[in-house]
Every structure is written in structure tokens, then in C-alpha cells.
């Protein structure tokens, strides 16, 4: 299994919906979750970070599924704005090694109007 | 934003000539990461630093040296450049070991002719 797998997608969303993608992880040790997300041709940004009891953040909801091993991201009344790549991202494990967090491929996301 | 810099932004190069890019922080943070990303591949760490003159490597760190001779500067030197190192090159910073996430700078987008 990979350490993180997305669905690269893409996503082809009319303006107005909801769209939910999911991740999965293979370190069951992990305790940082966070999602970034990537506009083209510039670096990622932290969207939000994923906490166990669920969380979020105006139109945007994380979950955490510890016993399944999978993150999941919900837009809701999406924008054309949205229209990226969404990386999930994980520590590798539970405080051990400075090389921190294993960072998917990306989930690519179109907003269409 | 997080105070983070690299240079140049953009750099065309020859084969076989050494080249070094630059990441400046002004956070204190503690971790300093390079990572290069191409099309399929995602997000790849080269090297990364736990503090000055402590450096490791990543998964992808052949043709690839760094130094830290001070907290807020992580040089990666390409001893020799080659096509395949191609790629756009992102530093990014953290106060911990990836607990909070780390913060991107805007990249340096290299070509190898």
C-alpha cells in the first residue's frame, strides 16, 4: 500500500455543488493530518489541518477515520475559485524522524461554471 | 504569509554545470525541507535540515548536496546538473517535526539544457 493515495482525478464539479474526495494511509501510527491545497504553478498551501473529532472551516469539512486509515475533504456550495489540486498530507510517523509528513500525489479539481 | 524566500525564481542551465538555489526564512523555524515536483510524481524530498550543520537525506537526493551554515539560510547545490534534475524546486519550513504543517516558498521553476 502506499504511504498516501489520492484519486488524481479529475474532478469535472458544476459551480454550486458539493464534492467530497477521500485519501487513505498506510502508517497507522500517524498523528498529523492536514490537507493543502495547489494552485497551478505555485506552491501548496495548508488548507486545513484534520483533527479526529471531524473539523471545519467555513464551506469545507475534514474527516478522520483512524480505523479505516482514510482523510476525507467536503466542499460545499463550491466556487470557481476551488478549481486545484488537493493534496493530502500526513506525518510519518508518531514523533519519530525530522522528515515529517509523506504528502500525496494530488486530487485535481475543476470547478465548472 | 511565513517569512520564506528562495532564489532565483527561474534559472535555465547547462548540462554539467554546477548550480545552487537559495531558501531564506526569517521564522526561526528550526526544520528546512527541499523537494522538487514533476507531472506523477508529486511532492519528492531531496534533503532536509533539524538545525544549522544538520542535514539528512530524502528519497531523492543523488546529484543533490545542501548546507546550512545558518538557521535562516538552506542552500541545495546540484553538483552536476542533468535533464532529469529539471523540475521545480520548492523549499518549505516548519518549527517542528510536522506536527503544524510546513510553509512552501514560491519555488524555483529550473530547466537543464
Known amino acids: 500500500r502506499k504511504e498516501v493515495e489520492q484519486d488524481p482525478g479529475p474532478f469535472n464539479v458544476p459551480e454550486g455543488a458539493t464534492v467530497a474526495f477521500n485519501c487513505t494511509y498506510s502508517?497507522?501510527?500517524?498523528?498529523?493530518f492536514f490537507w493543502y491545497r495547489q494552485d497551478c504553478r505555485k506552491e501548496p498551501k495548508l488548507l486545513m489541518s484534520?483533527?479526529?473529532s471531524g473539523n471545519e472551516d467555513g464551506r469545507f469539512t475534514a474527516q478522520l477515520n483512524r480505523a479505516s486509515q482514510y482523510i476525507s475533504l467536503l466542499i460545499r456550495d463550491s466556487k470557481l475559485s476551488d478549481s486545484a489540486t488537493y493534496l493530502c498530507?500526513?506525518?510519518?510517523?508518531?514523533?519519530?524522524?525530522?522528515?515529517?509528513?509523506?504528502f500525496g500525489k494530488g486530487t485535481h479539481l475543476i470547478i465548472q461554471p | 504569509d511565513a517569512g520564506i524566500t528562495q532564489s532565483p525564481r527561474h534559472k535555465v542551465t547547462e548540462t554539467g554545470t554546477p548550480v545552487t538555489l537559495r531558501c531564506h526564512q526569517t521564522?526561526?523555524?528550526?526544520?528546512m525541507y527541499w523537494y522538487r515536483q514533476d507531472p506523477g510524481h508529486g511532492l519528492r524530498l531531496i534533503h532536509y535540515?533539524?538545525?544549522?550543520?544538520?542535514?539528512d537525506k530524502g528519497e531523492v537526493s543523488d546529484g543533490y548536496s545542501v548546507s546550512r551554515s545558518k538557521t535562516e539560510d538552506f542552500l541545495l547545490t546540484l553538483e552536476s546538473a542533468t535533464s532529469s534534475q529539471t523540475s521545480v524546486y520548492f523549499c518549505?519550513?516548519?518549527?517542528?517535526?510536522?506536527?503544524?504543517?510546513?510553509?512552501f516558498g514560491s519555488g524555483t521553476r529550473l530547466t537543464v539544457v
Open positions: 518549505a519550513i516548519s518549527p517542528g517535526q510536522g506536527w503544524t504543517g510546513y510553509t
Open positions: 484534520v483533527y479526529s
Open positions: 498530507v500526513v506525518n510519518k510517523e508518531s514523533g519519530g524522524g525530522a522528515d515529517g509528513l509523506t
Open positions: 535540515s533539524y538545525g544549522v550543520k544538520d542535514t
Open positions: 502508517n497507522s501510527a500517524s498523528q498529523s
Open positions: 521564522e526561526n523555524h528550526r526544520y
